[in-house]
T-cell receptor, first 117, second 113 residues
Framework: NAGVMQNPRHLVRRRGQEARLRCSPMKGHSHVYWYRQLPEEGLKFMVYLQKENIIDESGMPKERFSAEFPKEGPSILRIQQVVRGDSAAYFC???????????????FGDGTRLSIL | DQQVKQNSPSLSVQEGRISILNCDYTNSMFDYFLWYKKYPAEGPTFLISISSIKDKNEDGRFTVFLNKSAKHLSLHIVPSQPGDSAVYFCAASGSSNTGKLIFGQGTTLQVKP
């Protein structure tokens, strides 16, 4: 499967626990984006990463949320001390390097559904 | 502040007819627009895009129209098929946006056989 891979597909955590969501981009894609979708809403941008660099984290909550995209391995979205309001679908997208003067469409994984008990 | 708006939460169309989904935006710095289709429990699937230097882009049954002066874009699907039933999201980005996408709220399309 050459698509964007996210795991786990479903994650259940109790309030106060940590949640780790993983994303492996499509082959050849070096740009990773994380989005969150609350029920009955559109997707909201969270963070944009390239290998070992956070490019834009303007959509990330100031506390408890962090993201990384290491040189080796998948991108990780980490949520510490989860609360009920963190329950949502978290989607990862990837794209190839942006060409000068152009833009590449982002391709999405199937998401991780996070439920907080 | 909702920079990308899809004002119709739902649309119902008969199979074989045209489906027209609409999207409005407020940020004049947006220069790239995309449409995604989403089925339940799956991620959005890229359908078609358009750059602000064009006013129309066509791919098979899908055509996207861009009216920059009105800050409006639309997706036409013709002929509509039952398999097109899904939630459709429009999204926008700008060269100053680091490539991040700003999504509308989505429109649920139902194509009746």
């Amino acid at each position: 499967n050459a698509g964007v891979m996210q795991n786990p597909r479903h994650l259940v955590r109790r309030r106060g626990q940590e949640a780790r969501l993983r994303c492996s981009p499509m082959k050849g894609h070096s740009h990773v984006y994380w989005y969150r979708q609350l029920p009955e809403e559109g997707l909201k941008f969270m963070v944009y990463l390239q290998k070992e660099n956070i490019i834009d984290e303007s959509g990330m909550p100031k506390e408890r949320f962090s993201a990384e995209f290491p040189k080796e391995g998948p991108s990780i979205l980490r949520i510490q001390q989860v609360v009920r309001g963190d329950s949502a679908a978290y989607f990862c997208a990837s794209s190839p390097p942006h060409l000068s003067g152009g833009t590449q469409p982002q391709h999405f994984g199937d998401g991780t559904r996070l439920s907080i008990l | 502040d909702q920079q990308v708006k899809q004002n119709s939460p739902s649309l119902s169309v008969q199979e074989g007819r045209i489906s027209i989904l609409n999207c409005d935006y407020t940020n004049s710095m947006f220069d790239y627009f995309l449409w995604y289709k989403k089925y339940p429990a799956e991620g959005p699937t890229f359908l078609i895009s358009i750059s602000s230097i064009k006013d129309k882009n066509e791919d098979g049954r899908f055509t996207v129209f861009l009216n920059k002066s009105a800050k409006h874009l639309s997706l036409h699907i013709v002929p509509s098929q039952p398999g097109d039933s899904a939630v459709y999201f429009c999204a926008a980005s700008g060269s100053s946006n680091t490539g991040k996408l700003i999504f509308g709220q989505g429109t649920t399309l139902q194509v009746k056989p």
